[in-house]
């Protein structure tokens, strides 16, 4: 059937072979819990292995930008070298954070260290009184869209620019009494995979 909204026919990709970030703002978690359990699920169907997702968390969604870019960064770094915990580090914070990321390079893990194929970045904003809902967002979008552009790694836009809670709540599938609307994650955990398999063909 033909929809006027969404992405349309949905097609599958085999995201077996990829390696997915997810940085997510903790602003509104409710509605950020459940975008991300959205995305997770997308991201399992389509066959993308658990150890090859990594979350990061950030504050607010003005920090995705810079969040996004060093996750890829550590990610570069890990997979051009083999001595890079400390480096990685240093991007990154800490020691444990590198474990948490599975870039340590532990031998518990058969986690793939390749650079990520895809980055989701998702983030919760609601419109108080000031203009600091217009500044953040408009910040946040040419942030991430300048980061997939020069960076050459599809950033998915995972946020939500809302003038009601309710309305997060219906775009995370958590409206009404629980259950209502459309879980957006889910198409951006299928969007990273797509543009994820698409990159690999592209390059
Ligand atoms: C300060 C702030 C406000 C008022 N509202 C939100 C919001 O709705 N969603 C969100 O993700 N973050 C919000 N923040 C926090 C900022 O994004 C940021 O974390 C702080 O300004 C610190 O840089």
Same mark, same amino acid.
């Given at each position: 059937?033909t929809?006027?909204?969404?992405p349309? !026919?949905?097609k ?8 997915? $970030?997810?940085?997510?703002?903790r602003w509104?978690? %409710?509605?950020?819990d #459940?975008?991300?359990? $959205? ?6 169907d389509?066959?993308? %292995?658990?150890? +090859? &997702?990594? &979350?990061?968390?950030v504050?607010?969604?003005?920090e =995705?930008? *810079?969040?996004v ?6 990610s ?7 001595g890079?915990?400390g ?7 800490s ?6 990321? +599975?870039?340590?390079?532990s ?6 260290? #390749?650079p990520?194929?895809?980055i ?14 217009? *500044?953040?967002?408009? #910040?946040v979008?040419? $942030?991430?869209m300048?980061l997939? =552009? !020069?960076? +050459? ?12 809670? !309710?309305?997060? =709540? ?6 009404? /009494?629980?259950?209502?609307?459309? /879980?957006?994650?889910l198409d951006?955990?299928s969007? #990273? &995979?797509? =543009?994820? &398999? %698409? %990159?690999?063909?592209? /390059?």
């Open positions: 059937m929809t006027l909204k969404g349309g !026919e949905p599958t990709y085999d995201g077996s072979g990829l390696r997915i $970030g997810i940085v997510h703002a509104n978690t %409710k509605i950020i #459940a975008l991300l359990k $959205g995305t997770k699920k997308a991201l399992k389509a066959g993308v %292995k658990d150890e +090859n &997702v990594v &979350v990061q968390s504050p607010g969604s003005y =995705l930008p *810079y969040a870019k060093q996750l890829y960064s550590a570069q770094v890990q997979s051009s070298s083999t890079v915990v480096a990685a580090a240093d991007l990154l914070g020691t444990s954070d590198l474990t948490q990321l +599975n870039l340590s390079g031998s518990k893990t058969s986690a793939s260290t #390749a990520f194929d895809a989701i970045a998702i983030g919760v904003l609601i419109k108080g009184e000031t203009m600091h809902f217009e *500044y953040i967002a408009d #910040a979008s040419h $942030g991430l300048r997939q =552009l !020069e960076g +050459n790694i599809p950033v998915i836009f995972g946020l939500l620019t809302l003038l009601s809670d !309710e309305q997060g =709540l219906m775009r995370a599938g958590i409206g009404g /009494n629980g259950g209502e609307g459309h /879980n957006h994650g951006w955990g969007a #990273a &995979v797509e =543009l994820g &398999v %698409k %990159k690999r063909g592209w /390059n």
